[in-house]
């Protein structure tokens, strides 16, 4: 079976839609039906609020989360009591919010749920060191989401699906550009151990790596004034460590130096670039390297050929075109099922 | 008055709050909620847990207990919100049941624990109908649901629930659906009218928990900082204030960060006032900030930071600072201070016992009316026979009240220019009696080795002459 076992040997993956009504849910869903066929114990949780009978934002039905029996879930109370199904509380979080407390459960009977966990990369990732602890759980799976509106990256976990599909873009030629920028985000090469050590408390400004390999702090507070930045590089070196955002500004200042093909930037994980793909690519072209503190492992990308909008896109040209530019197996996530 | 509000005005009370580990809001919250107390028996009684916590954390025998003990405090969650709504007799959801459920597992992993460390105070009870009520069949998890076995009629809801597929037979799906809610919605009564009658035990086993906690920490900071029980006396008006060896934690520990150590000072106070005299960086305010942080740590049952100390019971303490500009109310440092002055000397024309610590009082006006202000002050608080030390650079004012003087500066000792930072070398901060009234005409020399311009300071002794002439 396509991709489950490897999510078991990881431990812990997470589902990413690149866009709302990519499939992202129906991935999940499948994964967690796998998964429960095979005897595995999953614990499921979701960045912010998602499970909704109607999407949010495109008011179009949407398929519920449904948990299997024996399962484990963590969500806000105030969702938690809304529930049609039997579950038993196991675990309360003593921090609430106005939302109320994080609820973990184990579901006693298939049922549908919302799904709403942790919202920072924190405490998602204290969820999914703390799961496998507490529970007998063999796989921590997490609804993820790349967005500027969360905070929560989806790389605490060891293992990534992506899905992406005509709601992304209706174009296939576009669709399969603007997915092959995300996956080669995600494949940038990993930032050696010694150096993430140094780096990954810091999580505010940025940094200069010295050609000693010494972190220095040149007090720039932000990466939204690329002048600033491209001055300290002039006198600092050629190696910039940014843990927040890193945008169009900061990359095309990066890729106009005179010493482009020389610099290296180090990102906390691919879901901190948000630079558009020309941007992205040219700076890369001039020589430019970009490395990541935290890398996950891309497992396969979903692909779903409908869109609300009712395009249909051809599922075997979509699918091929695709695995012609990626090096991880791409499925149609309606066949799947099949 | 509370905690909070003593934090707000004794220098260095709040820093021994945050140097107290406690595992969260919940325990700081009932810490700043704890009231001055004045009665000597209560105090004592405190003193004794207090005693046996620190028996405890220094019995080796005790220690892996005492590691249990430390884990259960950061497991109580914080449950004020649903304790309210029981008391209230709200309907409890699922999630509130858990917590109870849970809490009353703790209450009996408590007093295991406390048992078997040896620590008889504040255990928190036992609530077996509690933890019966909230596990029907008794497997002793922390777990929890609306069993079946609560109700019939819902557990005949679930099974019709069970055998209807909501895709094929939706309305018969959707009107199991809100019975289930309905019978829940029953059992959830059920069980929140039965643990309203152990609400208050819950609610004292609550408090209890955070009690333990905050004697734990009282007794680390003791060890930590080397302070020891007060004796309380009680009774006549005649008490003396007695300290040997008092620091200031606060001071100590940020002149341990360039290697330096607290000189401690000793002191006594009777009744009645008493003028502090010594000269610039003398640690004159110091001494009245750490008898204030002291008196008030005693009366909220802390060890005190001293070798020895016997401390008499007052309703409260005052430390006027005077550098309290309220320049948002329109009123100088002077203006802020004599208003201060003025509310307390009401409350003590009421009758009430309190420790009064001033420093330099009208030091900020002309010096002919500001040493008259003090004098008066002085007047006052004698003829009210208040205990209060007031410190002060103005001399010979034919006063007849107890001084004391900052033994002080050894000039002799100093080589070059003097670092404000090794000032602690070349003082002696120990305090003598001072029977003649003059102040220390210290200030020019100390200017001078601080390194202040030469022409600048004969300038200034030029005028020292004239006015002594």
Excluded at chain 1, 168 to 175: E, F, G, Q
């Amino acid at each position: 079976m396509p991709f489950v076992d490897q999510i078991i040997r990881y431990g812990s993956l997470s589902v990413v839609g690149l866009g709302k009504n990519t499939g992202k849910t129906e991935c999940l869903n499948y994964v967690m039906r796998r998964l429960s066929e095979m005897r595995k114990v999953v614990a499921v949780t979701s960045i912010g609020i998602d499970g909704e009978g109607v999407d949010q934002v495109t008011f179009t039905p949407k398929p519920s989360i449904y948990l299997e029996k024996g399962m484990y879930f963590t969500t806000l109370s105030s969702f938690y009591t809304r529930k049609q199904f039997q579950a038993e509380i196991c675990h309360v979080e003593n921090a609430g919010t106005v939302l109320g407390k994080m609820v973990t459960a184990r579901v006693l009977e298939r049922g549908k749920m919302v799904l709403a966990g942790p919202s920072d990369t924190v405490s998602l990732q204290r969820w999914v060191s703390r799961i496998p602890e507490r529970f007998p759980v063999d796989v921590c799976l997490v609804d993820g989401a790349i967005s500027r509106l969360s905070s929560a990256s989806p790389v605490v976990t060891r293992s990534m699906v992506l899905a992406t599909g005509a709601a992304y873009s209706a174009n296939v030629r576009t669709l399969v550009e603007r997915t092959r920028f995300v996956y080669d985000t995600v494949r940038l090469p990993q930032a050696p151990s010694g150096l993430r050590e140094k780096l990954e408390q810091v999580t505010k400004g940025i940094r200069i790596i010295t050609d000693k390999g010494e972190i220095t702090d040149p007090g720039v507070r932000s990466v939204l004034l690329p002048d600033q930045v491209r001055k300290v590089l002039e006198t600092g070196g050629n190696r910039l460590y940014v843990p927040g955002v890193v945008g169009n500004a900061l990359l095309k200042a990066l890729g106009e130096r005179k010493e482009a093909g020389e610099t290296e930037l180090y990102v906390r994980d691919f879901s901190r670039i948000f630079a558009e793909p020309r941007v992205f690519y040219s700076f890369l072209r001039k020589g430019g390297r970009i490395l990541q503190l935290f890398t996950t492992h891309l497992l396969a990308i979903c692909v779903n050929p409908l869109s609300p909008e009712g395009i249909r896109l051809k599922s075997e040209e979509l699918v091929d075109k695709m695995q012609r530019v990626v090096e991880v197996p791409v499925y149609d996530i309606k066949k799947i099922r099949s | 008055m509370n905690f909070a509000r003593f934090a707000e005005r004794i220098d260095g009370l709040q820093y021994m709050a945050d140097k107290m580990e406690l595992s969260g809001s919940r325990v700081r919250r009932y810490l700043m909620q704890s009231n001055f107390c004045s009665n000597g028996d209560v105090l004592n009684s405190d003193f004794d847990i207090l005693q046996k916590a620190l028996d405890i954390l220094s019995d080796p025998d005790a220690m892996s207990g005492v590691m249990q003990l430390r884990h259960l405090f950061a497991q109580v969650h914080d449950i004020q919100g649903t304790l309210h709504a029981l008391s209230q007799r709200h309907t409890l959801d699922e999630v509130e049941l858990f917590e109870i459920k849970y809490f009353a597992t703790l209450c009996s992993d408590f007093r295991n624990v406390c048992t078997l460390i040896g620590f008889p105070y504040e255990n928190p009870e036992d609530l077996p109908q509690v933890r019966e009520l909230l596990d029907p069949h008794g497997t002793g998890t922390v777990s929890f649901q609306l069993y079946d076995c609560y109700s019939q009629s819902l557990s005949q809801a679930r099974a019709l629930a069970r055998s209807t597929d909501p895709e094929k037979e939706p309305e018969t799906w959707n009107t199991v659906q809100d019975t289930i809610q309905k019978e829940e919605l029953a059992v959830r009564e059920m069980l929140s009218q039965k643990l309203n009658t152990s609400y208050q035990v819950l609610r004292d086993n609550f408090d209890r928990m955070a009690r333990i906690e905050i004697w734990f920490a009282k007794a680390d900071l003791a060890v930590r900082y080397e302070m020891v029980r007060p004796d309380i006396v009680t009774g006549s008006a005649d008490d003396q204030l007695h300290i040997e060896g008092m620091i200031n934690p606060q001071i100590a520990d940020i002149l341990g960060t360039v290697n330096k150590t607290f000189q401690p000072v000793s002191i006594t106070l009777t009744s009645g006032p008493c003028l502090l005299t010594g000269a610039n960086m003398s640690g004159k305010t110091v001494v009245l900030k750490t008898l204030a942080l002291i008196q008030t740590l005693a009366q909220f049952s802390f060890f005190v930071p001293a070798r020895r100390a016997s401390i008499p019971l007052v309703k409260d303490v005052f430390l006027v600072i005077g550098d309290k500009q309220d320049q948002y109310r329109g009123l100088s440092s002077f203006a802020a201070e004599m208003l201060q002055l003025d509310r307390i000397m009401a409350v003590i024309r009421k009758g009430t016992r309190l420790l009064l610590l001033v420093d330099e009082p009208a030091r900020t006006t002309n010096p002919v009316e500001g040493a008259a202000i003090l004098c008066a002050l002085v007047d006052f608080l004698e003829r009210y026979r208040t205990m209060s030390l007031v410190s002060t650079h103005y001399g010979d004012l034919g006063l007849s009240c107890r001084k004391l003087r900052v033994s002080g500066f050894d000039t002799a000792k100093v080589k070059g220019r003097l670092d404000p930072l090794m000032m602690n070398d070349y003082m002696d901060y120990s305090l003598t009696e001072d029977k003649d009234g003059s102040v220390p005409m210290e200030a020019l020399p100390i200017a001078r080795l601080l390194g202040v311009d030469d022409s600048f300071i004969g300038s200034a002794q030029k005028y020292v002459k004239r006015t002594i002439k």
